[in-house]
């Protein structure tokens, strides 16, 4: 009888590559469900917690994991953007509507939040394609200058109905909303240094970016906006850093830096009172030190586990929805949800970094770091002082805090990273490509 061939057929090889993609893919699957399912559960919870029933949260349960998938669905398949980016950017998101759903005295400021929450998909998207159709930023500079310097001193000028304790920020808009320009003049400050500071050889022409770094810090001094201004400081002199390497003329500037705040301290009252609160906020727990003690308190009774949604008081601490965020979400969610939510914040930075890493260019590489900076900096700022690790300052925390104005550039800023990846994407595939063809690659 004939012997049947024993040997079996030739086993197909596992491209490497495919196999990461593959993998890849999961975990983005697995990470846009696990906040898909967050959005739903916790918005029928909020719809059910009184009758009768909620229909607004009914609503939202409905149309943000549907917003949701189809972004995140639909997004790479335009542009080979970093998922796991967006999904961390919308997740945090979510936490801001959820938490504002569940707190707030007025229906109205769930649904402005989620207005803008779309008001900023919109924007983070113009700022993908921006990202992508732009050639030539340095030609633009000298305009975004001039819009930027007219942007930030708008308050001085039309800002005296929306000041709040000596603190003009915000400029009214036809007595229905307010706008803080300074949230978007901070996108055209890294913008505008980026394209100053590519060309690392010659520092005379970093100049111009580094006098409107200035000129916006000074405006912002006139608006007691310190906060703000801290943020603005410490984004220019890092990317000033990360662009020349310089550690004469960058420790020259934090020497700067160190003297305007003992200035500022010496100049504004509210300043010293902000840092005597820091010190001691249970010798004045009444008064000056109310709203710190209110958040320590609110932390403290959450625990580790918290006190379950809807049913804490954070209500409790003045600017509960806006500077005191961070504490009502771990008054409700516990402690190990708050420290869950600030490494969405490291990976976020992470994320940012490795895309800045991966840039073809120095205009690329850094503008992500200085969105990651601002971002980084301003969940460092807010959290810092909430905790009391650090003097408190009126800084929103990224994504989270109610406020339009914040929520649409934080999404914005997310845009340019998005973008920078698409084109890192982009320019990997086109170099397998030429490999595939034995062409040389530089890298």
């Known amino acids: 009888m004939p012997k049947r061939n024993s040997r079996k057929g030739p086993k197909k090889k596992l491209n490497p590559e495919k196999l990461r993609l593959a993998v890849k893919r999961s975990n983005t699957l697995l990470l846009t469900y696990a906040v898909v399912l967050f959005q739903f559960t916790a918005l029928i919870l909020l719809s059910l917690k009184d009758m009768p029933v909620d229909y607004q949260a009914l609503a939202l349960a409905i149309a943000l994991p549907l917003v949701t998938l189809i972004l995140v669905s639909v997004a790479p398949r335009i542009w080979p953007v970093d998922q796991v980016l967006l999904v961390l950017a919308l997740f945090l998101a979510s936490i801001g509507i959820v938490i504002l759903k569940d707190i707030a005295r007025s229906p109205l400021t769930p649904q402005n939040q989620a207005i803008f929450f779309a008001i900023g998909l919109g924007a983070m998207l113009i700022c993908v394609v921006f990202m992508r159709a732009l050639r030539n930023w340095e ?38 909303f307010t706008v803080q320009p300074s949230e978007f003049v901070k996108i055209l400050l890294i913008l505008v240094l980026a394209a100053s500071f590519s060309n690392r050889h010659r520092l005379r022409s970093m100049f111009p970016a580094i006098a409107f770094a200035a000129l916006n810090c000074g405006l912002l001094l006139v608006c007691r906006d310190l906060g703000t201004l801290m943020l603005y400081f410490f984004t220019t002199v890092l990317m000033f850093f990360a662009a020349t390497s310089n550690l004469l003329l960058t420790g020259a500037g934090l020497g700067a830096g160190a003297v305007g705040a003992v200035i500022s301290y010496n100049m504004f009252s509210h300043v010293r009172r902000r840092v005597e609160t820091w010190q001691n906020p249970w010798a004045d727990a009444a008064g000056g030190g109310y709203q710190v003690v209110q958040a ?37 969610f516990g402690v190990i949800f708050a420290l869950c939510l600030l490494m ?27 969105v990651v900076t601002m971002i980084g900096l301003q969940a460092f700022t807010i959290v810092g002082g909430v905790i009391k690790l650090i003097p408190l300052t009126g800084v929103t925390l990224p994504f989270v805090s109610a406020g339009g104005s914040s929520l649409v550039s934080c999404f914005a800023c997310i845009g340019l990273l998005l973008g920078v990846s698409s084109i890192n994407a982009d320019e990997e595939a086109h170099d397998v490509n030429r490999l595939s063809l034995g062409e040389e690659v530089n890298v």
């Open 139 to 176: 030609r633009y500079v000298p305009w975004a200058i001039i819009g930027g310097l007219a942007a930030q001193a708008a308050p001085l000028v039309f800002g005296r109905s929306a000041e709040v304790e000596g603190i003009r920020r915000w400029i009214s808009i036809a007595g229905i």
């Open 344 to 370: 969405v914040y490291v990976l976020i930075i992470m994320r940012g970094v490795s895309v800045a890493m991966s840039a073809r260019t120095a205009f690329h590489a850094l503008t992500c770091l200085g």
């Open 296 to 332: 320590l308190i609110a932390m403290g009774t959450g625990g580790l586990f918290g006190m379950g949604l809807g049913l804490g008081l954070p209500r409790y601490i003045p600017l509960y929805a806006s500077d005191f965020v961070f504490a009502a979400i771990a008054e409700e």
